[in-house]
């Protein structure tokens, strides 16, 4: 009989640390890295272009081989970057992929949309300075002639700063799924060449809201 109380005891604390556990477990909600876009504006009619797809106002501009992050803008000389934003009525919501989408050049083949993840070996930050420069290295030959300095090697970002610059990418681009309206984001196409030799520039989209050409300004 006085096993009893001991027992009880100890259950009562095993759903104490059970509750606890409970509570310092993860949860089902987004991930803190996933792509959450970027603040829609206001209206459709603020961006370069606009058009419908059913009962969805799709907005869009091109920024070339720009990535402008609501933290800064970097480059990438391998994709061109189009800013992207759904526009719906009240309580409207829209099923979205970067795959739903393709950009067409002077009105040849399109280019189709590619996954933000492609985009990372490529990024640039123009800001971005090393925290020393490294001086260069001056060879002498055997017989004290010299044979001139050889360049010291291209300076690399560290870890902690390339991992931030790609969260910035990953969180302005347009989140995919199911999503409330307004929602807006980058989507990305592979495309090394200049924007200068441009003269035509159409973003097709044709996904679950239906159908839509947007004629963006090269």
């Known amino acids: 009989m006085r096993l009893f109380p001991v027992l009880k005891s100890g259950l009562w604390i095993t759903a104490l640390c059970l509750c606890a556990q409970g509570q310092n477990a993860p949860g089902k909600e987004a991930p803190v890295n ?14 370069q272009t606009h058009a ?24 990438t000389d391998d994709y061109l970057v189009v800013e992207t934003a759904f526009f719906g009525p009240e309580g409207a919501r829209a099923k979205l992929a970067f795959d739903d989408f393709s950009l067409r050049i002077n009105g040849k083949k399109s280019l189709p949309g590619q996954p933000y993840g492609m985009v990372l070996s490529s990024l640039k930050d123009p800001e971005w300075e090393p925290p020393v420069k490294p001086e260069k290295k001056s060879s002498m030959s055997t017989d004290g002639g010299g044979r001139g300095s050889e360049a010291p090697p291209p300076p690399k970002m560290t870890f902690a700063e390339r991992r931030a610059m790609e969260q910035k990418v990953q969180k302005a681009t347009l989140p995919e799924g199911d999503r409330a309206l307004p929602v807006a984001g980058l989507i990305f196409f592979q495309y090394g060449g200049k924007t200068k030799g441009m003269k035509s520039l159409e973003l097709i989209y044709e996904g679950p809201a239906g159908k839509a050409t947007l004629t963006l300004q090269p």
């Open 34 to 47: 996933e792509s959450k876009g970027m603040p829609p504006r206001v209206t459709p009619a603020e961006y």
């Open 52 to 75: 419908q797809a059913g009962t969805v106002t799709i907005a869009a501009e091109f920024t070339g081989h720009n990535v402008a992050t609501p933290q800064g803008t970097l480059t």
